[in-house]
């Protein structure tokens, strides 16, 4: 069964930086979007930022836009969230997720993701 292995969390003063990466254990592996969630202890999983191979379009949830960008290589199901200025509400174990199969649905949604890794953990300190 083919995994997602993120790795690039860590524990971070606030309004320092991270890069997250996130791939697949297979390189057979193929994806039409990749995502990043995260959960913070005692609140629901939410989506941070997603892109779409297709077309290269992303989306981010307000409270990162235009602090964290992802970015990523379609060819190596390969993943990236740069995430700058980072806040102490940013804190949360980070997921990668992918989307293998045609289908409708909103890159936003967790439902529109098949594949998941186990998390990163982000931690900023204020």
């Known amino acids: 069964q083919v995994q997602l292995v993120e790795s690039g969390g860590g524990l971070v003063q606030a309004g320092g930086s991270l890069r997250l990466s996130c791939g697949a254990s297979e390189r057979t592996f193929s994806t039409l979007a990749m995502g990043w969630f995260r959960q913070a202890p005692g609140k629901e999983r939410e989506i941070v930022a997603a892109?779409?191979?297709?077309?290269?379009?992303?989306y981010y949830r307000n409270s990162v836009l235009g602090r964290f960008t992802i970015s990523g290589d379609n060819a190596k199901n390969t993943v990236y969230l740069q995430m700058n200025s980072l806040k102490s509400e940013d804190t949360a174990v980070y997921l990668c997720?992918?989307?293998?199969?045609?289908?409708?649905?909103?890159?936003?949604?967790?439902?529109?993701?098949?594949?998941w890794g186990q998390g990163t953990q982000v931690t900023v300190s204020s």
């Open positions: 997720a992918a989307r293998r199969f045609r289908g409708r649905g909103s890159l936003s949604s967790q439902s529109f993701y098949d594949t």
């Open positions: 892109i779409y191979w297709t077309d290269s379009s992303t």
